[in-house]
């Protein structure tokens, strides 16, 4: 039986039964090689993640839904701000801000489902090509070497390399 939990704040999170439905088809060893060197497309994203369309379109409307906390099809600033806090993500007005400004594409103060969704699709694009950036053996996994030579890449210490390496 699919038991929904809420929020303090009365803001739904997906139940249990869905995100087990979303894992059942997973790979239990969570690497999933998906061919590819030409441009990023979704339908990579959704076979590396092993997600179908429709339970992606699931996770995105439940996420939307739980900022829309009215159910008025539009999120605000003042909702982004309680969002963030039942995450227990710092809520200072620069996140929120920043985050509707990036959203809010007609720039009516506040962002619709449509907004959101462009937002998530650029996102998981972007951190899908980071991730095929790190995993050189392209082996859908990320190995610590492969991690640490990124670190080093980017300019952290390399320190970090050692320490990351070593696990």
Do not use: W
Request: glycine share 6%; net charge negative; hydrophobic share 35%.
């Amino acid at each position: 039986m699919a038991t929904s939990r809420s929020f303090k704040n009365g803001r739904e999170r997906i139940s249990i039964s869905e995100v087990e439905a979303v894992g059942k088809n997973r790979n239990p060893n969570l690497c999933n090689p998906v061919p590819g060197s030409g441009p990023l497309t979704l339908v990579e994203v959704l076979l590396a993640l092993q997600e179908t369309q429709e339970q992606r379109e699931c996770r995105i409307v439940n996420l939307f839904n739980f900022f829309d906390s009215s159910r008025s099809g539009y999120v605000d600033h003042s909702q982004i701000v309680e969002a963030f806090q039942a995450f227990s993500i710092p809520s200072q007005y620069k996140y929120a801000k920043d985050l509707l400004d990036v959203c809010d594409a007609n720039h009516d103060g506040r962002m619709d489902y449509g907004e959101f969704r462009k937002y998530m699709d650029d996102k998981e694009l972007e951190l899908y090509r980071i991730f095929r950036e790190i995993d050189v053996k392209h082996n859908g996994c990320i190995v610590p070497e492969e991690l640490g030579d990124a670190l080093l890449r980017a300019g952290f210490p390399a320190f970090l390399y050692h320490c990351i390496s070593k696990t």
